[in-house]
Structure formats: structure tokens, C-alpha cells
């Protein structure tokens, strides 16, 4: 029986959702206000169960409504002119209205609770027959047509991948004023099976089973997988077994799945000849194992609180004697280009799981964002399948707001980044911190193994058909023909709930090893988990599904969400399933752990897969791949370009650049203090809304010990080099965290390769050039690791971001996001990068070059340039540690890293942010002696790496003077260029000049002046883009 | 007698609990986070309890509406005990989310006093639950983290905000906005001192009318309520968040306030802590 409820607003007042639509159709749509004047929202529950009148009252008035703000009908409409409301029939209350609800088998988060509370409202358990669908009504009254109307469902209320749609004109409804009840429920007919597939003989053949079955196998791989099926071993074994000589479908997915790019970092690990500009080649086998692991090594001696680095979920790291952080980042690129909503919320809450499955269990206590998109007001027509980005760049941010907020994790520090080419694939990078005691049960809480005999559980939701082939789709590249079926929504609720249990079972000792289910679903988790005992045999009718008609190989690779895999020794089974009940908890018993070396899983009592553990891990072939250097000549601006520019206008430009505007209105929506933990939020200083370049979090309340995490993203600089882009990433992270206090030799770095697709083919021809990109990027990042000390703990790659085929391919800009986390002996000794007083002395540390290559400054002038900013490791460290030494002392007041925008930006933000003016005089500012004398413009536009903007109290500037001319020990004992460019004002402006000898105006009144911009006007053109 | 023990109810999409356990602690008390399937169980019963709190989060993802389903639990499971404990006089707190859940429960700010009288100075016992507010979406129409400033009302007969003339707290939520059923209903709360904090400038004054008050006032909350009590002062409910204020680093100008040691909102908590101890 399906029963229909709709709840309304009584009053236009309390409908801020509907009161939004309007504002965006009239805004970014440009629809005008006759054309849509008002709207009003409805929420809509379609009950799939038995239910008398009384019990359908009582759930309409007491579970869905409102009883202040909200009205209600059953089996009936609120819209007027319909027969059971109380409106007259035959003048309809809107000229169209849109209804929209889930495909059947979507996720549905509020009807998942609507049954929940229908339940406890009942006082009964409801059958898995017993369903709640919603949808949303939206009703619009005006002078608009149906394209308009159709325009408004499928570019803002729905989205067609995941939601259906139903419009109804006004003429319509008065005609038939009824909308029909439709359930949601999934019924497959299909009866599942297991099946066995033959392997052709031919490559050709072959190689078109692989991209029938999106399995993403390589032709070199499908043969490995001939000739193991052929092996004599094999034979004998199967025959034996009871198993068809041929693969069956179950094997052969869970060989794609583990063999995934996705999985297996297959690029990562290959044989790579490289040729560099010079015509020099070298033989590198594995990126990973030569630069990322290596520089690691190097640096673990320097390390001793490393404690897990690339072999868990996240990298592991010692906090105090008594607790372990851990931290790691992901991107969830491909499912957000598809449905950016429910492809962000799965990136959030699934790097959420990797923490909760490191080492025991790691409570997340923090996430980060960074995200690339194009322009949000990108005006040339939008390739088939993709979202407009600025659609794209709201959703995803809905997407991880949701994510983040309802599983009560602060987001802390991200960013976000634009350029056109992320039009293809928006790149969306999710990362979170855990906190967890450094012993459980008086053994390292790092450490997990698994016994032979220990019990397969799974806990969390349900098994769907919802994201089948993720990881092999995430190795391929984006087509109009790529699979909804990879798509999923995340179920915050459900995984914060699973989250509670966890940390209590692993309190308890409840179970042994636990990691979660993500890329490649239980064929993912249990293939790693069996190499701890060597085996395992798993039945998979067991496994707890979303409706029936799966078959057998996609309950083995669903990636639904929500999920954690545990080995539970035999003993502790019983209380585990008894606390996952008292937690409202699903946790299902699904086989052993063996040590037979097979990974095996059943069907209805047969035999469905029995495949070597060797074999499935180890058994893919090396990619043997080329990589050539050919650096790019870009064109510069005209020698003398400086001559005709106003610096004013230039640099009030330059604050509304996108990449370097105030995300505020954003960022605010995220929860940023949940947990108490908060000492450096996002927004700083006089009216929290400076940027701050580090974020500090107390994760021990009783403790002065803090965490402090930044970030650095150039994608820039790779069209320059990818080498000195990487650098500047690191750099960046680096001095940001030492900007808030943090010191080097006490931070550990996360990678985050997010690359166009490096291997060369037909569609990829320039996979050489590419290759090489990501074979310099790797050794920039083992070159300043090494130089500054700072170990790698984890890091992943998406090596497949490109749209399309043939000359409308679009492929990102190579991509590295280097995360920093490191501990802060003393939070109270952090300080924020706000001007604080009047008076102040104003700093410059570094030295300013004249690297405006890649700058957003000349982006703005529509050039790349080729000086793309560089970095020198050794003085910048010891800037660093002469930094730490003096925020430590309490001699710096404020300090502000300089990067996006150069030098102007940093002193501008410093200044807005303490609603404080300043002079500057720009003739002091440390450069480079050996090079020509840089221009003003060159000098506050410059992006030179390993700046600070800081400022100092005048009784302290003698100290500090003293200890950056003296200070420093051993290698880090050297010069360190610094110096006082100008002072805090309490004028409401900023007033740059430049007295260099010759320069402008020298002689004059005012000698050196540039120009003055006022607090007001720089906020205005730093704040306008981007706040909506 | 020995510290107040507080119950601190989990489950669901509660995730504040931590904080406001340490919140607790730092007043004096003796908090016990306890999942709300045990108390239903009555392992350990609420009755074990000198003071219940209800944490902020987003229980079951605030679906059909903000703390509803969750209060549906309440009422459905734990009616009894609650009532209990309004009897027995035991404070009780709703932080955000456990304020939504609290008045969508009617506990808060439960039946009211209509008649006009001013007699009864500590108000009835709030032992009848009778929604007769709510809190819905923000004016903006968003979800949002930031600081406001507050200012207690003189006539308040909350026992949580004793004292407390004015303070500094976050409020994060989407679904803030307060709004009682009618006139009557907001005079009658004024008239019984059931207001308790309200939105004001840093100085205490009022934040001005309609649209102009934002952000001052964050989500359009009627009469710039951000705080309501019980009749008899004992039950409180807040949308800000005094747990996410427990440390002065907390404080979002800190380091130029040169602000150290405990945060402003534990205030809050050590009236609660006091008031049990008598």
C-alpha cells in the first residue's frame, strides 16, 4: 500500500529554501522577475506499507510536520484546485510545478530516517519490505514556459544521473489535479548467478572483453590472466576445486578490481625510461619506490616519531607518549564530474573511513578540502555529460559541507583553485586527521594482524548495486558513455554511527584488524586483508544486501558506502555482533580468514572463485612506459610592459583574481570548531574573515600540544615545469605551517598526484611529454623531502583526469597537493597573520626575484612567462627555523606566508584582516644583488618562493633584529635576508612607495609614492567574485 | 555531596559529546557520555543522573527536519524517565541540536503559563511537553559557523545563565531561526523570565531589525532569541555552542586579546554544577 504525504510551509515567511532557488534563477540564470516571481517548496514521503488511518495521521502530524511553521495533507495535495485541499478547484496555485525523487536504488538518506522514526513511532520493527521514498515539490508562479521549466529541473533541482523529474503546467493540472504515487522500491527480476567466461584467443578479442566488462585491463594484463588459467597448477587446482578450466565472472572482477589503476598504482610502480632535455636517458624503475619511499628512508632517521608510513590507510605518526595522530588525503574526481553532490559527500566520509580503519581505529578529528574547478562564470558551451562548473563548484561544496559537518568532523584548511582546464574534471581532494591512543589493549594500536580462524564481519550499510566498477571507472578516462552505475551517495548517519561502534569495539578489543571498504568494495578489503593470514574463504549470500538480484560478483565489488571490514577473532564474535545490535549497528558474519594461500569466496554453498593469493597480488605485469623532457618556451610581456601599467588598478585587479579573492561566504558554511578543539580557524583576525595559512587544532584538551595542517597547490607553475611547480607546492605547505609557528624537522608531507593521463596511445599522444612531467615532479619531491627534512607518510594518485577523445580532449594541468601535518610543542605561542596594532613594524623575509613566470599577475596580463618561481632549499630552511626561533621567543606579532599575488597581496590581506592600514617603502625590500634591479610592479608582484610578510612590535624590534643577523646553529647559521619595508597604521589605507634611488618621483614631495588603496576598496575587489 | 554526576547522551549523529563531557569536567562536575539505546535499556538509567545534557550534532542527519526524529526517540522511549527527572528537579541542557531536540520534544520551553500572573517566581515544574515553538531554517537560507555576541536577560529564571550578563559563543547550525507559535506565546515567555540569552552587538545593545541584524543576529531568530528556559528555570536550551568555548584559545581573537586558560562558555556549565551543589 503506498500512502502519500506532502508538508508545506504555512507561510512564505519560513521558506528560506525557496526564497534561494529565486535568488539563483534570477542571478545565475538571468531569468527576470515576471518570468519567475515566487516559489514555494513542499517535501513529499511515499510510504510503501500497511498503515491504518490513525497510524497515517500520527505519522504525518507528529513525525513530518511542524506544528508551528508547517501544514499537511495525505493522499492529497496542498497545491490549491486540487479535490482534497482546501482550495477550489480549477484555479491552480502555480503556473508550474516540479517534482523531483530518487531513481529507484539511490541512496535516500531522509527516507532511511523517515522509516527509522516511523518505527519508533509505531513501537514495531518494520519488514525490509516496508519503505519511505521522498521527494521535493517546488512550485513556481510567472511567465515561464516548459523549456523554462525543464531548464530549472534538469540545470538546478535535479539531477538526471541520480533523480527523476516530473513537470506539470498549470492547464495541466487543472485538467487532472493529481500526482500519482509512485514507489522507489528496486525489483530485479533477474535471478542471480554465478557465470563462467571464456578467454578468447586473439589480443584484439581480448582486449574488447576488457572494455566490454569495464574491467580497464590492459591487453599485457588479460594475457598474464591467459596464461594463468593455462598453467598446469591452475588446471589441476580447478579441476580439483570443482571449478570451470575458464575464469568465472566472479574472478575476473575481482582480478580488474585489484589490478585497477585505482588499487595498484600501476604507473606509480612501472619501468619508466627517461629522456631529459639534454638527450640523457635513465632507467627508473617505480616513481614510488626511487623518489617517494626513498626520500622517506632518508629521512626516518631524523624521524623517530614516524611510526605507520604507505603501509595502512594513512600515514601514522607519535603525537605525545601517550597518543598517535594519523592523516591521510584522497580524491574522489570522477564521481564528482557525474554527480558532484553525492561524489564529494563520498570523497569526505570515504577518507573518513581510511582514518577510522588505520592501524586499530583512528578517530578523525579534522578534515581538509581543496578543490579545482573552472570558472564558475565559464561562458563557452559545455562538452556532453559534464556539469557547468559553477554547478559543479556549488555541489561539491554542498557535497563536503554535508559530508563533514553531519559526521561532526571540523573542516579546518583547503582551498580552492581555478582554471579552465578542470572543466573536463573537476578535481576534488578530501583529506582527514584521526587522533587514537598509541597502545590498545597494552599493544601498539599502529600494529594489526590477522590469525587463520579469525571471522570475515562486515559492518555499516548495505550492498547495492551503487558504485559498481568506481575503481575500475577512476582508471579510465571520462566518456559520454560512462556507467551511472559508479555513482554513489554518501549516508553521513549510518557511517557516523558505524564510527560510535567502532571506537568502542576497539576500546573493548572486540576485534583484531580492521580496514574500510572503499575503491573495489569487499574484493579490495578482504584481498589485503587475506595477505595478513593468507587466505580467506567468504560467503557472499551472506553479505547483507540493499534489495535482492545482485549477482555474486557485484555484492564482491560494490562500492557501497558506509562499510568497514573487520577480523574478529572467534571468541569475541558473539560480543561483537551483541554491541554492533545495542549501537544499531548491521555487522554480518561472512566467512573465515584462512592461510591457505587462496582467496575464496562461495555462492549458495558453491564455489565461485578460488584464486592464488600470489596470483591476484603480484601476478600483473610491469608497465614498461617512456617519459621525454622538452621544456616549453612561453611568450613574455614586451620588454618594457612595466612603463604603461597602473600599479593601483593592477593590484586591485589582482585581488579579485579567483584564485586569490575571499572564499569567506564558502568556507563559513563549513563547521569549522566542532570538537573544541580549534585555536587557528580558516578566518582570522579583527572580524574573522583574514586567511589564515594554517590551521592549529588542541586534539588534547588538558594538553598544550597542538596539530598544526596547511596545504600548497600550484597547477600554475606545471606549464612551465613541472619540477619547480612541485617545489612550490612544498615550499608553500612548509611556510605556511611555519607562519603559524610550527617548525621544520617536526612536519610530515602527503602527496596527492592528481594527473592527466601519462601513458602514450592513440588518444594520448603526448603521454610521453606527460610522463615526464610526473617523473620530474617525483624528483623535485625526493630533492626538498630530503633537503628539509620532511618525511612522506601517504599519498595516493589519479592518473586518468582527461575528458573527450581526439582534439576536443580536455586534460587538467598536472596537479600536486602537498599536505602538511606536524605538531606544535605550544599552542599559545601560535600566532595568526593579522596586522594587531598600530605601530608596528612590518617585515619582509626572503628574497624577492623577478619570477613572475606562472604568477597570477601575469595570467592576469595574458602571458605564462617562463620565470617560473624557484626554490632555495638551504637558505629557506634556515628562514624557517630563524622564524620558529623568533615566533617561540614571542617577538613576531603576526606573520603572513607570500605566495598567490606576490608581496602586494600578502600585506594587503595582513592589513584587511586587522582592519589596519600601512607604509611601505619598497626600496628596503631584500632582492636578489646579482640580478638587474627589479621594478616596483616585479617586486610586489612576483611570486618568489619562501617570503613572509610579519610584524613586530617596535620594543621587540631589536631583538628580533638581532637574532635573524645572529641567530641560527650549525647548517642553518646562515644569512638570512630580511628586512623592515614599513610600519602599521591606524589610517583606514595602504600607501606603497618606492624610494629607490631613480626611481619614480624621487625628488619630489612624496619621493617613491605609488599608490594608496584604501581597507574599503581593496575589501570590495577581494571579496566581490566570489560572494554568493 | 560529591561532584554532580551528568549524563551526556550520545547516538544518532550526536558528535559534540566530547567537548561538552570536558566542558563539564572543567566546571566540576562528573560527565558520563552515555549512548541513548543504553538509557532506553536503563543501563544506566537517567534516573543515576544530577544532571542531563543533550549534545549538538546533526542526529540522524537532520532529516525531515532538525532534532525531530531524534525527539520522536525521545518521546517514544524515554518519555517516562524524562518527565522523571523534570520532577526530581534535575537540570538539563540542550545545545543546538539538543535544543531542536528539546523543543520539538516540548520540553522546551513546555506548557505555558498564559493566565498573566506573575506570582510564582520559580514557574511551574516543566513536566508537560507541548511544542509550542520551533526552530526552522536560517533567514539565509544556509548552514553557518560563526561567533556571536549574546546578552542574558535580566528577567531570566535560567539557573544555566545566572549571572551572566553578556558572552561570546558559536553558533553552527542551518536551522536556527526561532519562532513561537503566536504573540501570546512570545509575551507569555517574556512575562514567566523564560528568555534567556538573546543576539546583541559587542556591547549587549540590540542588533537592530530585520535583515540589518544579520549577522549579528544569524538567522532571523525572532526577538533575537538565542536561549530559552523552562518555567522553573531548571531546563535550558541554546543554540550557540558555550562547549565550543571552553578554552580561551577557542576565542577567535585570542592571541590579540592575549586571552589564556578557560573559555568564557564554561560559565555556563559551572552554574549548573553550582546550582546541584547547592
Known amino acids: ?1028 | 555531596m560529591g561532584k554532580p554526576r551528568i549524563a551526556i547522551i550520545t547516538g544518532y549523529g550526536i558528535n559534540s559529546d566530547n567537548e561538552l563531557a570536558h566542558s563539564f569536567a572543567l566546571a566540576g562536575g562528573e560527565p558520563r557520555r552515555v549512548h541513548i539505546n543504553d538509557l532506553i535499556a536503563r543501563k544506566p538509567a537517567l534516573s543515576e543522573f544530577d544532571v542531563i545534557a543533550v549534545p549538538g550534532g546533526f542526529s540522524f542527519g537532520d532529516h525531515i527536519a532538525s532534532g525531530r526524529v531524534f525527539a520522536n526517540k525521545l518521546k517514544h522511549s524515554l518519555a517516562e524517565d524524562l518527565h522523571k527527572a523534570a520532577e526530581r528537579k534535575v537540570p538539563m541542557i540542550g545545545i543546538c541540536n539538543g535544543f531542536q531536540v528539546l523543543v520539538k520534544l516540548g520540553i522546551l520551553p513546555g506548557k505555558l503559563d498564559m493566565s498573566g500572573s506573575t506570582a510564582n517566581a520559580m514557574g511551574a515544574a516543566a513536566t508537560e511537553f507541548e511544542q509550542n515553538t520551533t526552530l526552522t531554517y536560517n533567514d539565509s537560507g544556509r548552514f553557518e559557523d560563526r561567533w556571536c555576541h549574546l546578552s542574558g536577560d535580566p528577567a531570566s529564571k535560567s539557573i544555566w545563565t545566572r549571572g551572566i550578563e553578556r558572552i561570546y559563543l558559536p553558533i553552527r547550525h542551518g536551522e536556527g531561526k526561532f519562532i513561537p507559535k503566536d504573540a501570546e506565546t512570545l509575551a507569555a515567555l517574556k512575562r514567566n523570565g523564560q528568555i534567556s540569552l538573546r543576539y546583541s552587538t559587542a556591547t549587549g545593545a540590540n542588533p537592530g531589525e530585520g535583515a540589518a541584524a544579520y549577522p549579528l543576529n544569524p538567522n532571523g531568530s525572532v526577538d533575537h532569541i538565542a536561549g530559552i528556559s523552562s518555567a522553573d528555570g531548571l531546563i535550558f536550551g541554546l543554540m550557540p555552542h558555550p562547549e565550543a568555548h571552553m578554552l580561551a584559545t577557542n576565542h577567535p581573537q585570542w592571541q590579540k586579546l592575549g586571552l589564556k586558560g578557560e573559555g568564557e562558555g564554561i560559565r555556563i556549565f559551572r552554574n549548573a554544577v553550582d546550582y546541584v551543589r547547592g
Open chain 1, 1 to 1028: 500500500m503506498l500512502t502519500r504525504i506532502e508538508v508545506g510551509q504555512k507561510s512564505p515567511s519560513t521558506d528560506s529554501q525557496a526564497r534561494k532557488i529565486l535568488a539563483t534563477l534570477h542571478e545565475t540564470f538571468r531569468f527576470s522577475a515576471e518570468k519567475v516571481a515566487k516559489a514555494a517548496t513542499l517535501s513529499v514521503y511515499t510510504l510503501e506499507m500497511e498503515l491504518d488511518g490513525t497510524a497515517k495521521e500520527r505519522i504525518a502530524r507528529d513525525l513530518f510536520t511542524d506544528p508551528i511553521t508547517e501544514k499537511f495533507a495525505i493522499d492529497a495535495h496542498l497545491a490549491t484546485g486540487s479535490p482534497g485541499a482546501a482550495g477550489s478547484l480549477g484555479t491552480a496555485g502555480f503556473d508550474f510545478l516540479i517534482e523531483v525523487g530518487y531513481k529507484p536504488g539511490v541512496t535516500d538518506n531522509v527516507g532511511r530516517s523517515s522509516r527509522e522514526g516511523i518505527s519508533d513511532l509505531l513501537g514495531r520493527t518494520l519488514s525490509d519490505d516496508d519503505q519511505v521514498f521522498t521527494g521535493r515539490q517546488f512550485q513556481f508562479w510567472g511567465a515561464l514556459t516548459r523549456a523554462d521549466a525543464e531548464t530549472i529541473a534538469t540545470k538546478l533541482l535535479a539531477n538526471p544521473l541520480i533523480e527523476t523529474y516530473l513537470i506539470l503546467s498549470k492547464e495541466e493540472w487543472r485538467k487532472s489535479p493529481a500526482i500519482p504515487k509512485t514507489s522507489g522500491k528496486v525489483t530485479f527480476k533477474h535471478k542471480p548467478e554465478v557465470r563462467t567466461i571464456e578467454l578468447p584467443e586473439s589480443d584484439e578479442a581480448l582486449q574488447k572483453l576488457s572494455d566490454e566488462k569495464v574491467l580497464a585491463l590492459t591487453i599485457a594484463e588479460m594475457r598474464a590472466i591467459k596464461a594463468y588459467y593455462a598453467a598446469a597448477e591452475t588446471v589441476a587446482h580447478r579441476t580439483k576445486a570443482g571449478l570451470p578450466a575458464s575464469p568465472t565472472d566472479v574472478e575476473l572482477e575481482v582480478l580488474a578490481q585489484t589490478w585497477s589503476e585505482h588499487c595498484k598504482h600501476k604507473i606509480f610502480a612501472a619501468d619508466i625510461e627517461y629522456t631529459d632535455e639534454t638527450g640523457k636517458r635513465e632507467n627508473i624503475s617505480s616513481l614510488y619506490k626511487t623518489y617517494i619511499k626513498a626520500a622517506t628512508e632518508k629521512v626516518r632517521p631524523k624521524a623517530p616519531w614516524l611510526k605507520s608510513v604507505f603501509t595502512d590507510n594513512a600515514g601514522i605518526i607519535a603525537f605525545t607518549e601517550d597518543w598517535d595522530v594519523s592523516m591521510k588525503a584522497e580524491t574522489h574526481n570522477s564521481p564528482s564530474a557525474l554527480d558532484p553532490y553525492g561524489g564529494a559527500m563520498t570523497g569526505i566520509v570515504g577518507v573518513n573511513r581510511d582514518i577510522l580503519g588505520s592501524g586499530m581505529g583512528s578517530r578523525p578529528i579534522f578534515n581538509t578540502d581543496v578543490f579545482c574547478f573552472a570558472s564558475p562564470f565559464y561562458d563557452k558551451p559545455i562538452p556532453e555529460k559534464l556539469h557547468h562548473p559553477r554547478r559543479i563548484f556549488k555541489e561539491v561544496h554542498r557535497g563536503v559541507k554535508d559530508g563533514g559537518n553531519e559526521s561532526g568532523i571540523p573542516t579546518v584548511n583547503g582551498s580552492i583553485v581555478f582554471d579552465d582546464r578542470f572543466l573536463g574534471k573537476p578535481l576534488v581532494f578530501c583529506g582527514t586527521g584521526g587522533l587514537h591512543p598509541s597502545t590498545v589493549n597494552g599493544k601498539p594500536s599502529w600494529q594489526k594482524t590477522i590469525e587463520p580462524g579469525d571471522r570475515i564481519l562486515m559492518a555499516g550499510g548495505r550492498i547495492g548495486k551503487d558504485g559498481i566498477h568506481g575503481a575500475t571507472f577512476s582508471s579510465a578516462a571520462l566518456t559520454e558513455a560512462s556507467p551511472t552505475s559508479a555513482v554513489q551517495i554518501g549516508d553521513p548517519i549510518t557511517q557516523k554511527k558505524l564510527s560510535d561502534f567502532l571506537l568502542e569495539a576497539r576500546d573493548q578489543g572486540l576485534y583484531r584488524f580492521v580496514t574500510d571498504n572503499g575503491a573495489g568494495g569487499l574484493s579490495s578489503s578482504l584481498g589485503e586483508m587475506a595477505r595478513e593470514s593468507g587466505g580467506c574463504k567468504m560467503h557472499l549470500e551472506k553479505a547483507p544486501l540493499k534489495y535482492a538480484g545482485l549477482d555474486p560478483w557485484e555484492i564482491l565489488v560494490s562500492e557501497a558506502q558506509e562499510r568497514m571490514s573487520f577480523a574478529v577473532p572467534p571468541e569475541k564474535l558473539a560480543a561483537f555482533l551483541e554491541l554492533a545490535r545495542r549501537r544499531g549497528v548491521e555487522a554480518s558474519d561472512l566467512g573465515e580468514f584462512s592461510g591457505d594461500g587462496l582467496f575464496e569466496a562461495y555462492f549458495q554453498g558453491s564455489l565461485a572463485c578460488s584464486l592464488s593469493m600470489e596470483f591476484l597480488h603480484e601476478g600483473n605485469p610491469k608497465l614498461k612506459l617512456k617519459a621525454r623532457w622538452a621544456p616549453p618556451r612561453h611568450s613574455e610581456p614586451p620588454v618594457n610592459f612595466w612603463a604603461s601599467r597602473d600599479l593601483k588598478a593592477d593590484a586591485l585587479t589582482l585581488l579579485s583574481a579567483l584564485n586569490i579573492c575571499s572564499k569567506e561566504s564558502w568556507v563559513r558554511q563549513y563547521d569549522h570548531e566542532v570538537q573544541g578543539m580549534s585555536v587557528i580557524k580558516p578566518f582570522v583576525g579583527e572580524k574573522a574573515d583574514g586567511p589564515s595559512d594554517a590551521a592549529v587544532v588542541r586534539p588534547l584538551y588538558d594538553r598544550k600540544e597542538g596539530l598544526v595542517v596547511s596545504h600548497g597547490i600550484v597547477p600554475r607553475y606545471s606549464d612551465i615545469d613541472c619540477y619547480h611547480m612541485t617545489a612550490c607546492a612544498l615550499d608553500e605547505a612548509v611556510r605556511n605551517a611555519v607562519a603559524v609557528g610550527a617548525r621544520p624537522g617536526t612536519l610530515a608531507g602527503l602527496d596527492n598526484f592528481c594527473w592527466p593521463d601519462p601513458v602514450e596511445s592513440e588518444n594520448t599522444p603526448d603521454g610521453q611529454l606527460k610522463l615526464a612531467h610526473l617523473v620530474r615532479s617525483n624528483q623535485a619531491l625526493y630533492d626538498y623531502c630530503v633537503a628539509y627534512g620532511l618525511p612522506l607518510i601517504s599519498g595516493k594518485d589519479s592518473m586518468k583526469n582527461d575528458y573527450g577523445r581526439g582534439k576536443d580532449k580536455i586534460s587538467v594541468p598536472p596537479t600536486l597537493l602537498f599536505t602538511v601535518i606536524g605538531k606544535i610543542d605550544d599552542v599559545e605561542k601560535t600566532i595568526t597573520m593579522d596586522a594587531k596594532a598600530a605601530g608596528d613594524r612590518l617585515y619582509a623575509l626572503g628574497v624577492t626575484r623577478n619570477e613572475l613566470g606562472g604568477s597570477e599577475y601575469f595570467r592576469q596580463l595574458g602571458f605564462t612567462g617562463n620565470a617560473v618561481p624557484k626554490v632555495d632549499a638551504v637558505s629557506a630552511l634556515a628562514l624557517y627555523h630563524r622564524l620558529a626561533d623568533a615566533i617561540e621567543k614571542g617577538l613576531v606579532r603576526s606573520a603572513h606566508d607570500c605566495s598567490d599575488g606576490g608581496l602586494f597581496t600578502a600585506i594587503a590581506e595582513v592589513c584587511m584582516a586587522g582592519r589596519l592600514g600601512a607604509t611601505v617603502d619598497l626600496a628596503a625590500l631584500p632582492t636578489d644583488a646579482s640580478l638587474e634591479a627589479l621594478t616596483p610592479g616585479a617586486k610586489l608582484f612576483s611570486e618568489s618562493q619562501s617570503r613572509f610578510v610579519i610584524t613586530v612590535t617596535p620594543q621587540n624590534c631589536v631583538a628580533f633584529e638581532a637574532l635573524f643577523h645572529n641567530g641560527g646553529s650549525g647548517a642553518t647559521a646562515i644569512k638570512v635576508p630580511f628586512a623592515c619595508i614599513g610600519e602599521v597604521t591606524d589610517r583606514q589605507d595602504l600607501v606603497i612607495r618606492d624610494a629607490s634611488p631613480g626611481s619614480a618621483g624621487s625628488g619630489s614631495a612624496d619621493p617613491g609614492f605609488l599608490f594608496s588603496a584604501g581597507i574599503d576598496e581593496m575589501f570590495a575587489s577581494w571579496r566581490r567574485p566570489l560572494d554568493w
